[in-house]
């Protein structure tokens, strides 16, 4: 019995805690203070990276024995390919804490990641295709990996129409959310779709167990790419949501505004009545 | 054959996008910083007004 009584005293006061954590950023204030602050960190690294690793691949990264330069649309499609899973791996984690905490800037975390996210899958599946013309002969194969980053577009299109659907926007960040949370069942078939069926895309050079199989001269570029691409990832979204708070605040002074004038208007009629 | 048409349109694409991406972010941003200064700066004027008028 008192074991049980601490089991059932432990459990809610590590969910409030792990409430109390998310919450303390629920604040719209605090959010656009440590936006504001964490802006220039995201934005310049974003920047200096990214050129640093294009310049990189494109011009001092050696040719691929085989492949040839075209070798060299990896350091795009890699990132862009990392930032599609990676970014819908974010909705997902904003959809849990829509749903279960009710966090109010996750559902406007949500709704500025999927136009991103979405743009960047893009340029994932077409700079595939780009790679995939000269290499394979074909601009599109219904494979296992491309079909299932094309599904990872569509259930980000999906998120998108779904958000904004509702006269109500509660109801719309409720569905978008369950959409969100479903959806990531994407995720795993994306990275083991090359392991699980015979894929003409190749498996995955870079694994967390086991040395990568390429070259140090390719991997450099590759790895500064992939960060200078994630920080422009993460720039563009803080910078995204700390507009969307303020338009939010906008929104929120201007129906408040608009009340205060129409109690003043309806003040003299009813001083009338009384008189 | 030469690759070169296909690294050019996979690199022009990517960084044309992000360009397009950070540009409306950092404009959407300016915007809405400047509407929101347009609209707590009367409120602030009103309540400043409000509270020297109070006894």
Redo the contacts between chains.
């Keep these: 019995m008192g074991r049980n009584e601490t089991v059932l005293n432990a459990t809610p006061s590590l969910a409030a805690r792990t409430g109390n954590f998310f919450h303390r950023y629920a604040n719209p204030g605090r959010f656009l203070r440590l936006g504001a602050r964490l802006q220039p960190w995201l934005t310049w690294p974003a920047i200096v990276l990214?050129i640093a690793g294009?310049v990189w691949g494109?011009f001092l990264s050696p040719a691929d024995w085989q492949q040839?330069?075209?070798v060299?649309?990896m350091y795009?499609?890699v990132p862009?390919a990392w930032l599609a899973s990676s970014g819908y791996m974010g909705l997902a984690v904003c959809s849990l804490l829509s749903l279960v905490w009710r966090h109010p800037l996750a559902d406007l975390a949500a709704v500025e990641i999927g136009p991103?996210g979405a743009?960047v899958t893009?340029?994932c599946l077409?700079?595939g295709s780009?790679?995939g013309?000269?290499m394979w002969g074909t601009w599109w194969v219904w494979d296992a990996r491309l079909t299932s980053v094309l599904v990872l577009f569509f259930l980000y299109l999906g998120h998108i129409a779904l958000i904004r659907a509702f006269d109500e926007p509660q109801r719309g960040y409720r569905a978008a959310a369950i959409l969100g949370l479903a959806g990531a069942v994407d995720l795993p078939i994306i990275k083991f779709s090359v392991q699980w069926w015979n894929t003409l895309h190749q498996p995955d050079s870079i694994t967390l167990t086991a040395a990568p199989t390429m070259s140090t001269n390719m991997l450099w570029p590759l790895l500064v790419c992939t960060v200078g691409?994630t920080f422009?990832f993460a720039?563009?979204l803080v910078?995204?949501l700390?507009?969307?708070v303020?338009?939010s605040?906008?929104r929120t002074?201007?129906a408040m505004?608009r009340g205060r004038a129409e109690a003043q208007d309806s003040e003299p009629d009813l001083s009338g009545a009384v008189a | 054959?030469t690759?070169?048409p296909?690294?050019v349109?996979?690199?022009g694409?990517?960084?044309g996008?992000?360009v397009i991406?950070?540009t409306s972010?950092?404009l959407?941003?300016r915007?809405?910083?400047a509407?929101?200064a347009a609209?707590?700066r009367p409120?602030r004027a009103d309540s400043r007004a409000g509270g020297a008028s109070a006894p």
Excluded: C, N, Q
């Design positions: 990214s294009i494109l040839g330069d075209s060299r649309i795009v499609h862009a991103v743009s893009a340029i077409a700079t780009l790679w013309k000269p691409f422009g720039a563009i910078a995204r700390r507009a969307a303020m338009e605040r906008v002074a201007l505004r | 054959m690759h070169l296909y690294i349109a996979a690199y694409m990517t960084i996008l992000a991406l950070g972010a950092a959407r941003l915007r809405a910083r509407r929101l609209i707590e409120s």
